[in-house]
């Protein structure tokens, strides 16, 4: 089992996770968080720290929200890995509960 980033990171992106995160599992990309699978030891400090409920348990993951494990996996190849909370963008918290940002994930 693994922990999944969903869409509620989009242009959220939050750190507070990062700063929990015993290992170096989570990766920065433009306007999102994603965690590489391989590296999650499933320690389940960072699901409660998201501001924004963006990480769920793979398990937990419903079927809309599948897509999101593969797309982990893809970008956390690519992106660097972030271990040190940052400050959220400026208007972070009026992107909270926005449905539907997936178009606007940057990569």
């Known amino acids: 089992m693994t922990f999944v980033v969903t869409e509620n990171c989009i242009k959220c992106k939050y750190t507070d996770c990062v700063e929990v995160c015993p290992v170096d599992c989570f990766h ?13 030891i499933d320690c389940t400090l ?8 963006a990480i769920k348990s793979e398990d937990d993951l419903t079927d809309d929200e599948a897509h999101y494990l593969p797309l ?19 208007d972070a918290d009026d992107w909270k509960d926005k449905p539907d940002k997936l178009a606007l994930l940057e990569r």
């Open 28 to 40: 920065e990309g433009p306007n999102m968080l994603v965690i590489d699978p391989d590296e999650c």
């Open 46 to 53: 960072c699901e409660p720290e998201c501001p924004v409920e």
């Open 72 to 90: 982990n996996t893809e970008l956390s190849a690519q992106w660097p890995v972030i271990s040190e909370m940052k400050d959220a963008p400026a």
